[in-house]
């Protein structure tokens, strides 16, 4: 063969290589994208943050392979306040958004676009599966009827619902509109008050409990645990905890497979590792931590069988996994289930202060994980984003415009930073707990707080971070938050305080 005419077939082949159809299939496609959000996940509790008395593979594979963040964070130290703003990219405490009862009804506006409504906009199918936690319907939710508005009205074509928390009663899961399995003759009857119906409470004596719990969890007793609240009927609908990780896996799985030839968001909310701690006796005994370490795991293994179900559709490639969590750590928040006595030497706060409800960096201070085989080239970031930017960053990424002045009102594009092309960060970053606090670089600023806490958390064993005085911390130097240097550096804690109330006041999409 002539010397031209072999450079000429090498050519042909190459290309053809290049060109192959699956290739061409996995990248022409917008990317999918899934969110695996973790419940009260502190920033020490996975191998890949240096946990040792727990080993989570499957987690430590995303890291391994995308961008592994350090000072990324959760919006607030709390529940429904992180999940509203990391759908609607508005910081919660412009909504008064606070940790909700089971039967409050949906706090973010049918008007209000969210993160869901933008994918949706854009060609995307889109579903939330797991803890909602941001209410439903108008005033009381309909348990036995239609229950809307919910997320199918907030841009999402598919829901499979823990309405609230686990711990809270309606014990129930919600498919789209409506109660999973309700037996109409039995209809669910739900109070925050005081008891009704005649199933027994945590309270009476004789009742079989697989946990002890205080005062505020010893409502309605469901599959041998206590909740916060009260509820009759609905005995057919009742979930099993130890279902969960099985059910809520397959309710996913089956959400890709169905919309493997186009593109998807995925919200998916796991209730772990929130009380109660019930794991899958698969789970049972696989840490020396009882059931908040076998609930790691357990975590871990759901993360696992959606990274398989990826591979086997063909989808790992061109689908970006974020991982992250709601809040920091708590050990134990209303049940005796050993999480206290048997910590060992497992940190799960890391090398912070506070946890779950704290103003101290552990309280949003989350592992944070972004994985896109197709795109990332693994690396660890230090950059300080939030979940707030979630929004705009992904708008970036797949071609929205953000039009709506009401729309994603404190989200950053941060997707240089997501995909790990960009430390640089956020100038400034809020973060919320029963006070706010305002991040500069290593700088912490935590607002004073004149109220006293509410009376449960003050029966609880937190460092919640909340003074009459202002605290400011150097975290380059005192991580920990140990040292408060306000009466050291008065001008500097004046200057965050400064910017923390205009923040507050006018909302804004750009770094200052
Ligand atoms: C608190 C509950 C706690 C938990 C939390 C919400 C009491 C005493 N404690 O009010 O157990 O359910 O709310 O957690 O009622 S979160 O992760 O959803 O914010
Ligand atoms: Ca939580």
Avoid at 476 to 491: F, Y
Wanted: glycine share 8%; proline share 6%.
């Amino acid at each position: 063969m002539k010397k031209t005419s072999f450079l000429f077939y090498s050519f042909l082949i190459l290309l053809s290589v290049s060109c192959s159809p699956k290739k061409e299939d996995q990248t022409a496609k917008k990317p999918n994208v899934i969110f695996i959000y973790v419940d009260d996940l502190g920033y020490g509790d996975l191998s890949c943050y240096g946990a040792t008395a727990v080993q989570t593979p499957n987690v430590d594979a995303l890291a391994a392979g995308g961008i592994q963040f350090t000072d990324a964070h959760c919006s607030a130290s709390t529940c429904t306040p992180s999940r509203y703003s990391l759908l609607t990219g508005n910081y919660a405490f412009r909504n008064n958004a606070a940790i909700l009862p089971g039967d409050a009804p949906l706090i973010i506006n049918p008007e209000q676009e969210t993160i869901a409504g933008m994918f949706k906009k854009q060609g995307y199918a889109t579903a939330v599966v797991g803890k909602w936690h941001l209410g439903l319907g108008n005033g009381s939710p309909d348990w036995n009827g239609v229950i809307k508005p919910g997320p199918l009205e907030v841009g999402f074509d598919y829901s499979f619902l823990i309405p609230a928390t686990a711990d809270r009663v309606p014990t129930v899961f919600v498919e789209n509109h409506n109660v999973v399995n309700l037996d109409t003759h039995d209809p669910i009857t739900v109070s925050y008050d005081e008891k009704i119906g005649s199933d027994p409470t945590g309270m009476e004596d004789e009742v079989f409990l697989k946990m002890i719990a205080d005062k505020q969890h010893s409502g309605t007793v469901v599959n041998g645990i206590s909740r916060i609240g009260y509820m009759s009927g609905g005995h057919s609908a009742y979930w099993k905890d130890e279902d969960f990780p099985v059910i809520l896996t397959k309710k996913a799985s089956n959400f890709i497979s169905s919309n493997k030839d186009k593109p998807f968001f995925l919200y998916f909310a796991l209730p772990d590792i929130h009380v109660p701690r019930a794991p899958n006796e698969k789970f049972v005994g696989s840490t020396n931590m009882g059931p908040r370490g076998d609930a790691i795991v357990q975590m871990d293994w759901v993360t696992g069988q959606i990274m398989t179900k990826l591979k086997e559709l063909d989808l790992a490639e061109n689908t970006i996994i974020v991982f992250s969590s709601d809040n920091g750590p708590i050990l134990e928040d209303g049940y005796a289930d050993q999480a206290l006595t048997n910590i060992g030497s497992h940190r799960p706060t890391g090398n912070f202060k506070g946890g779950k409800y704290s103003a101290y960096e552990a309280g949003t201070r989350v592992p944070t994980i972004v994985y896109w085989p197709a795109k990332i080239k693994p690396s660890k970031s230090n950059a300080l984003i939030s979940q707030v930017d979630f929004f705009a960053s992904f708008a970036k990424l797949i071609g929205a415009k953000i039009e709506n002045k009401e729309t994603a009102v404190d989200s950053f594009d941060m997707l240089d930073e997501l995909l790990g092309k960009s430390q640089k960060g956020r100038q400034y970053l809020i973060e919320e707990a029963f006070t706010m606090s305002i991040r500069k670089g290593n700088w912490k600023y935590i607002a004073p707080q004149i109220q006293p806490s509410s009376p449960w958390l003050a029966d609880k064993n937190v460092l919640t971070g909340l003074q009459e005085t202002p605290q400011l911390y150097d975290l380059s130097k005192d991580p920990a938050e140990k040292h408060n240097l306000v009466s050291k550096m008065p001008g500097k804690a004046k200057i965050l305080a400064l910017e923390l109330s205009k923040i507050m006041k006018a909302p804004s999409r750009k770094q200052q």
